[in-house]
Every structure is written in structure tokens, then in C-alpha cells.
């Protein structure tokens, strides 16, 4: 049986899936999970080498094909160099492709998350069967994995996606160093700093609410305490989403307009609150977007669920194999 690896690196979480691939789609066969070794890269990647070693020893019908990985940028993709990334700063200039490949000499490539998720909506979950597609992280910051004529999108030097840098407007919540960017407004940290800054005003007033009721608590105002807060009926916390929704708007329709996608794919936040930010984000797609390219793209949540970094990671490797082997083969016939 033919298998391909996924290895899935989070800042505190790795999770290492193994797969085969067929018409059907995937079937996961086994995932190991491991805490993240934040301060030494070298130890990281030889668990990842000795974990992958042991699966194929208990397991004598598998044939490992190749190897995909998913990581938070920057990274070098080409060279398969992950870069200091934020919640990996000790990894710098890490050479993932190297020992990977020595052990086990197949295809490896390595695609930042955004990109490797949306290579899986793209063939297996919302985007499935479409050929211009974008997908949102929405999640702890705000990027984009763009499938564009059928094609995973890189850009020059594999840094297209980052919408999230994107000013929408001259002030505003804090988002990838930048304050009123697509970012600042839509993701779970801009949407706390939004929050803390709407509850300050409230708390000034006499009127704290129900996601904060002390200035003490301001620094543990979170998307998730705004959210369960909105739930139970807090009027601020229903106009910080209605906010989010309109700046949500605001940086869809400039997707919109510039690369006419037939679907994007929104994840995480979205998909957990599509009923607070979907009615306010279609208004201002109305107004501000191209009706013609409006008129032509659903806006759908994320459907593989929690289960998309393993999709992710090994979406990746099916990747890695099909650029090798180009020739329609299956990974295995379901």
C-alpha cells in the first residue's frame, strides 16, 4: 500500500498523519501526536524521522511516497527552510528537507499553513471541484491560500496570501504589526484588542459588559469571551461582531475584485460564528464589490473541521507526489 505522511507543526502541537489517497479521497490510517520542541529544531526533526521509522516497521505493507508538511510562515518553501516563525522564533533558518529526505528519500515539501489548507478545502472540502478559490485562515491572524486556474498560488517568493497586512482603515485594532489592517479586524487577536478597546469605553462609562465587568479583567478579553457573550444576548459584544462582519465585507470585496474567485473558503472564527458576521458582510459585498464577480462567488465556512491540519499536512504530500509522478496514479484504489 502506497502512503504518504503528513506532518502537521503547530507552535505547541505536531501531529504526524499517515495516509493513502484514492478516488474517494483520503483515509487516514494512523496520527501520532507530540508536543511542539520549541527550542531545538534538530531534536524536533529526528522525532519526526523516528516516529515515521517505527510506523513503517509496524506496518510492512506500507510504501512511503512521499512526505508533506504544514507550518506557520515565513518560510522558504523551496529550499524547505522554515524561517523564525512567531510561535517557533528558535527555528531559524531550520533545514527540514534535508534529514527527511536522507532518511527516507522520497518527495518532501514543505507549504505554509494557509496554503496547505487551502490546497485541502480546495480537494476535499468547500472548494472541492472549482478552479479559482480562496481560503481564509481566520483564526489566531488572518491569511489567504489562493488556488488560482487550478493552481496553488505562491507568488514571487511564496509570500502571496498575506492579505491579513492589508490596511483597511487608518486606525484600528492591532493585526500583523498593523493597526486597522484585515488582520486587526479579522482575527481572534484583533478581535480581543477590539474588544478591550470597546470595553474600556464602556467601563468608562458605567456600562461594563457581560465579557468584561472590571478593568481588571481587560487583559483576559478574548474573541471566545466576546463570542459566549454575544450568545447570551450582551448588546457590545453583538456590535463588535457586527463590526468584524463589516470589515470582513470590506476585505472580501477587495478579494473579489481583484482575482474573481468562483467560492472562498473562510475557516475557524468564521465557521464558528457565520451567523453573527455573515447578514452585515453581504451588505457591504453589495455595496462595494463588482456585482458581476460578486454575483459568481459563494462565500462558504470551512467544511474539513478540526480534522484540517491533517488534511492540510497531507494534501501537502499528495502535492510533493503528483509533481514527481505525474501520471494520474492513485495512491491506493478505495
Same mark, same amino acid.
Request: aromatic share 8%; charged share 25%; net charge negative.
Given at each position: 500500500?502506497?502512503?504518504?505522511?503528513?506532518?502537521?507543526?503547530?507552535?505547541?502541537?505536531?501531529?504526524?498523519?499517515?495516509?493513502?489517497?484514492?478516488?474517494?479521497?483520503?483515509?487516514?490510517?494512523?496520527?501520532?501526536?507530540?508536543?511542539?520542541?520549541?527550542?531545538?529544531?534538530?531534536?524536533?526533526?529526528?522525532?519526526?524521522?523516528?516516529?515515521?521509522?517505527?510506523?513503517?516497521?509496524?506496518?510492512?505493507?506500507?510504501?512511503?511516497?512521499?512526505?508533506?508538511?504544514?507550518?506557520?510562515?515565513?518560510?522558504?518553501?523551496?529550499?524547505?527552510?522554515?524561517?523564525?516563525?512567531?510561535?517557533?522564533?528558535?527555528?531559524?533558518?531550520?533545514?527540514?528537507?534535508?534529514?527527511?529526505?536522507?532518511?527516507?528519500?522520497?518527495?518532501?515539501?514543505?507549504?505554509?499553513?494557509?496554503?496547505?489548507?487551502?490546497?485541502?478545502?480546495?480537494? %476535499?472540502?468547500? *472548494?472541492?471541484?472549482?478552479?479559482?478559490? +480562496? #481560503?481564509? &485562515?481566520? /483564526?489566531?491572524?488572518? !491569511?489567504? $491560500? =489562493?488556488?488560482?486556474?487550478?493552481?496553488?498560488?505562491?507568488?514571487?517568493?511564496?509570500?502571496?496570501?498575506?492579505?491579513?497586512?492589508?490596511?483597511?482603515?487608518?486606525?484600528?485594532?492591532?493585526?500583523?504589526?498593523?493597526?486597522?489592517?484585515?488582520?486587526?479586524?479579522?482575527?481572534?487577536?484583533?478581535?480581543?484588542?477590539?474588544?478591550?478597546?470597546?470595553?474600556?469605553?464602556?467601563?468608562?462609562?458605567?456600562?461594563?459588559?457581560?465579557?468584561?465587568?472590571?478593568?481588571?479583567?481587560?487583559?483576559?478579553?478574548?474573541?471566545?469571551?466576546?463570542?459566549?457573550? %454575544?450568545?447570551? *444576548?450582551?448588546?457590545?459584544?453583538?456590535? +463588535? #461582531?457586527? &463590526?468584524? /462582519?463589516?470589515?470582513? !465585507?470590506? $476585505? =472580501?470585496?477587495?478579494?473579489?475584485?481583484?482575482?474573481?474567485?468562483?467560492?472562498?473558503?473562510?475557516?475557524?472564527?468564521?465557521?464558528?460564528?457565520?451567523?453573527?458576521?455573515?447578514?452585515?458582510?453581504?451588505?457591504?459585498?453589495?455595496?462595494?464589490?463588482?456585482?458581476?464577480?460578486?454575483?459568481?462567488?459563494?462565500?462558504?465556512?470551512?467544511?474539513?473541521?478540526?480534522?484540517?491540519?491533517?488534511?492540510?499536512?497531507?494534501?501537502?504530500?499528495?502535492?510533493?507526489?503528483?509533481?514527481?509522478?505525474?501520471?494520474?496514479?492513485?495512491?491506493?484504489?478505495?
Amino acid at each position: 500500500m502506497q502512503v504518504v505522511t503528513g506532518i502537521d507543526i503547530g507552535g505547541t502541537k505536531c501531529a504526524i498523519s499517515f495516509a493513502c489517497f484514492g478516488r474517494e479521497g483520503i483515509t487516514f490510517l494512523d496520527k501520532i501526536r507530540m508536543e511542539t520542541e520549541r527550542e531545538d529544531f534538530a531534536r524536533a526533526v529526528k522525532e519526526f524521522v523516528r516516529i515515521i521509522r517505527l510506523k513503517l516497521q509496524e506496518n510492512p505493507s506500507w510504501r512511503l511516497c512521499s512526505i508533506g508538511i504544514s507550518c506557520g510562515g515565513p518560510l522558504d518553501a523551496e529550499k524547505g527552510l522554515i524561517l523564525s516563525p512567531p510561535n517557533l522564533p528558535k527555528w531559524e533558518r531550520a533545514d527540514i528537507f534535508t534529514p527527511l529526505k536522507k532518511a527516507f528519500g522520497v518527495p518532501v515539501m514543505l507549504q505554509n499553513d494557509a496554503d496547505a489548507c487551502a490546497l485541502a478545502e480546495w480537494r %476535499m472540502g468547500a *472548494g472541492k471541484g472549482c478552479q479559482n478559490m +480562496i #481560503f481564509l &485562515t481566520f /483564526g489566531t491572524g488572518m !491569511g489567504a $491560500g =489562493l488556488i488560482l486556474n487550478g493552481r496553488l498560488y505562491s507568488g514571487a517568493n511564496n509570500l502571496a496570501g498575506e492579505v491579513g497586512h492589508i490596511r483597511l482603515e487608518k486606525d484600528g485594532p492591532m493585526g500583523y504589526g498593523k493597526r486597522g489592517s484585515f488582520e486587526g479586524f479579522c482575527s481572534g487577536g484583533g478581535i480581543a484588542d477590539l474588544g478591550r478597546r470597546r470595553a474600556r469605553e464602556a467601563l468608562d462609562q458605567g456600562n461594563p459588559p457581560l465579557f468584561c465587568q472590571r478593568e481588571e479583567e481587560l487583559a483576559d478579553v478574548s474573541a471566545k469571551s466576546i463570542a459566549e457573550a %454575544m450568545e447570551q *444576548g450582551d448588546l457590545l459584544a453583538a456590535e +463588535i #461582531f457586527d &463590526t468584524v /462582519g463589516e470589515f470582513l !465585507g470590506r $476585505g =472580501l470585496s477587495l478579494l473579489i475584485d481583484i482575482l474573481n474567485p468562483e467560492r472562498i473558503v473562510i475557516g475557524s472564527i468564521y465557521a464558528r460564528q457565520k451567523e453573527a458576521l455573515e447578514k452585515r458582510m453581504m451588505e457591504v459585498i453589495e455595496e462595494e464589490a463588482l456585482k458581476a464577480s460578486a454575483g459568481v462567488c459563494r462565500i462558504l465556512p470551512a467544511s474539513l473541521g478540526e480534522q484540517i491540519g491533517d488534511y492540510a499536512a497531507v494534501s501537502v504530500g499528495i502535492k510533493a507526489y503528483e509533481e514527481l509522478y505525474s501520471n494520474g496514479t492513485d495512491f491506493c484504489v478505495m
